[in-house]
């Protein structure tokens, strides 16, 4: 059984199977409208949503599935102060699989640790968004052709974008992929996206702040929204609001074939005189976000069925793992980190060296 909390839990393989299947979804919808016949997929969203929550559900209802679903989180027991880890353990005698979303990073990995339902991040705060990825990947996939090669500039704030960290960590597979990092100083990469993910797969990278000087080197612009409800300092936000707004005068000097991304919604970083621009196409990537849930969907239930017993818990699997006893005695020092509001939550720290350990919740670095 396997969860999807990062784009990484999948390989690069499994991402292609995913893209393949859901290419053959497109192509022959009937074969797939009873597949998962019988099987619930329970919607556990604790932060606000509408493409995505109700993109997996109708995802689920496509294949012949139904749904459950907690949408507000005020009206649940959560109000009451339950941890989602029981949450989760409750909800596996609901369902078969969960789509979660929450506004504290590390979530969805808490809720997979102790239920045993697979569950897919639908985002955890500001750390990641793999399915959204998924949708991205499609787009460019059918777009573009390929993904190796591509000039990539990412737009707006990078620090809270959960859309782009799993972007970026999902690219680190390609072959000479450029990143442009187009953000103000104060909302630039978190720094263990550098340290974890950009270094070590030796993709080429530069930070900037304007957008215009980037534009004409870009195939893909994904733009993003500066995201209000993560700012501890709302002045910062109002400072920052504005920073960068692409319009129909900045899209004439891009590539003639670039294409115009953002995972939605947008406030007005992206002006309505670029929508009728053949190069936008931020409204596919909500389609395709579809398909592709549907793919996870079915592959996470098709693996749960045939390795019942056994738990891929993603980063928590892939990596080496402090021994409990020594992780017991160390705190993740990330307020966002859902292991600080729920300190039940059992501590996993991780390495890929065998010294630097982080946070397997929110890859904070452990000090
Ligand atoms: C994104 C998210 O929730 O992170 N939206 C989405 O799922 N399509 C982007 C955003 O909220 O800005």
């Not at 022959?28 to 019988?38: C, D, F, I, M, S």
């Not at 493409?51 to 459950?68: D, K, P, Y």
């Not at 991040?121 to 996939?141: E, K, M, R, S, V």
């Not at 936000?237 to 991304?261: F, H, N, P, T």
């Amino acid at each position: 059984m396997k969860s999807v909390i990062d784009i990484l839990d999948l390989s690069k393989e499994e991402v292609q199977e995913l893209l393949d299947s859901a290419m053959d979804m497109i192509a022959h919808p009937a074969q797939y409208r009873k597949v998962l016949e019988g099987k619930k997929l329970a919607t556990l969203f604790y932060e606000p949503s509408t493409r995505t929550r109700l993109s997996f559900e109708a995802a689920m209802l496509e294949l012949g599935g139904t749904v459950i679903s907690m949408a507000d989180a005020n009206s649940s027991s959560a109000a009451k102060g339950e941890t989602v880890i029981d949450t989760a353990r409750v909800v596996s005698n609901y369902a078969d699989i969960i789509a979660m979303r929450h506004f504290k990073e590390g979530a969805a990995l808490a809720a997979a640790s102790k239920g045993w339902i697979p569950v897919i991040n639908a985002g955890d705060g500001g750390h990641c968004h793999p399915t959204q990825t998924t949708a991205d990947l499609l787009t460019i996939y059918r777009e573009k052709g390929h993904f190796d090669g591509l000039t990539v500039g990412f737009v707006g704030d990078l620090k809270y974008g959960r859309t782009v960290h799993s972007l970026i960590n999902a690219l680190s597979r390609y072959e000479n992929i450029r990143l442009v990092l187009i953000s103000p100083k104060e909302l630039a990469l978190p720094q263990y996206m550098i340290d974890n993910t950009i270094r070590p797969a030796g993709m080429e990278y530069v930070e900037t702040t304007s957008l215009e000087d980037s534009i004409p080197q870009l195939d893909i612009i994904y733009m993003t929204r500066i995201q209000k409800e993560r700012f501890d300092d709302q002045d910062e936000y109002e400072r920052l609001k504005d920073s960068y707004v692409l319009d129909a005068a900045k899209m004439q000097s891009a590539k003639a074939d670039c294409i115009v991304m953002h995972p939605l919604p947008r406030v007005n970083e992206i002006a309505v005189d670029v929508d009728d621009d053949p190069r936008a196409c931020y409204f596919k990537q909500v389609l395709n976000g579809k398909y592709m849930r549907r793919a996870m969907i079915l592959k996470l239930m098709r693996d749960a069925e045939e390795h019942p017993d056994t738990k891929e818990l993603g980063i928590a699997t892939r990596l080496k793992r402090m021994p409990d006893e020594q992780a017991k005695r160390c705190k993740c020092g990330n307020p966002k980190c859902i292991t600080f509001t729920e300190p039940s939550t059992p501590n996993i720290f991780v390495t890929e060296d065998g010294t630097n350990y982080r946070c397997a919740y929110c890859e904070t670095a452990l000090k």
